[in-house]
């Protein structure tokens, strides 16, 4: 508001002197939206002109569990303009991939994609949704990075084999971090768990020291 009232006032006194200037700002006009698919609250909404599919989507109460999070389509006259992930907001609070919305507009929520999950030791374990290309490394990025108690040197990751048998695959991560080596960050499917365990409790390397000590060494008479 201040920069149009600066912007304003300087146009009109490149042409009047002398003058002064009022300005106000009514009621922000109303656009209506669309929000459909796997959401709480499908319908039509009357949401501000300034309005973001972000704002819009908190309106409609966000996505279901069935709902994706990362392959939500923006329609406007019938034509898709843009595909928003929404793990760049929530995650890390990025708003870039956010669209200021028009009248007539439609926000459609498909069903989720693939999914993974990752439990034990990082920092916010959960369920998430994966898109193509996705390695063991972004699942570890995604969810927080390895807790300091996290071991490297075997991981454990279940996998479904042909719809009809579990398959479990230990992975060593150590090398990936410390010289780079990328055999062990492999592809990840839709229904893999990765299971990152706690370091071993053992204390290796110890000297145990016991009884009376001297705090400066006896001194013997010759």
């Given at each position: 508001y201040e920069q149009i009232r600066v912007l304003i006032?300087?146009?009109?006194?490149?042409?009047?002197?002398?003058?002064?200037?009022?300005?106000?700002?009514?009621?922000?006009?109303?656009?209506?939206?669309?929000?459909?698919?796997?959401?709480?609250?499908?319908?039509?909404?009357?949401?501000?002109?300034?309005?973001?599919?972000v704002s819009a989507l908190f309106a409609a109460q966000g996505p279901t569990k069935k709902g994706t999070l990362r392959n939500i389509k923006i329609y406007r006259n019938n034509q898709l303009i843009r595909t928003i992930d929404l793990y760049h907001f929530l995650l890390d609070g990025d708003k870039s991939e956010d669209l200021r919305l028009e009248s007539g507009d439609t926000i459609f929520v498909p069903i989720i994609g693939n999914i993974t999950a990752i439990a034990g030791n990082v920092r916010r374990p959960a369920i998430y949704e994966i898109k193509e290309n996705t390695f063991l490394k972004d699942l570890i990025d995604i969810s927080g990075g390895v807790t300091a108690k996290g071991y490297l040197s075997k991981l454990q990751l279940e996998r479904a084999s042909g719809n009809e048998k579990n398959i479990v695959l230990d992975l060593n991560l150590k090398d990936f971090y410390e010289k780079?080596?990328?055999?062990?960050?492999?592809?990840?499917?839709?229904?893999?768990?990765?299971?990152?365990?706690?370091?071993?409790?053992?204390?290796t390397n110890f000297v145990e020291l016991a009884g009376k000590t001297l705090s400066s060494p006896r001194k013997e008479k010759p």
């Open positions: 006032y300087d146009r009109l006194s490149q042409n009047i002197s002398n003058f002064k200037m009022s300005l106000s700002l009514g009621s922000l006009r109303l656009i209506k939206i669309y929000v459909v698919g796997e959401v709480q609250k499908p319908g039509t909404y009357d949401l501000s002109s300034l309005s973001t599919v780079g080596d990328n055999s062990q960050n492999i592809k990840l499917r839709d229904g893999d768990l990765v299971k990152i365990f706690s370091i071993y409790p053992l204390v």
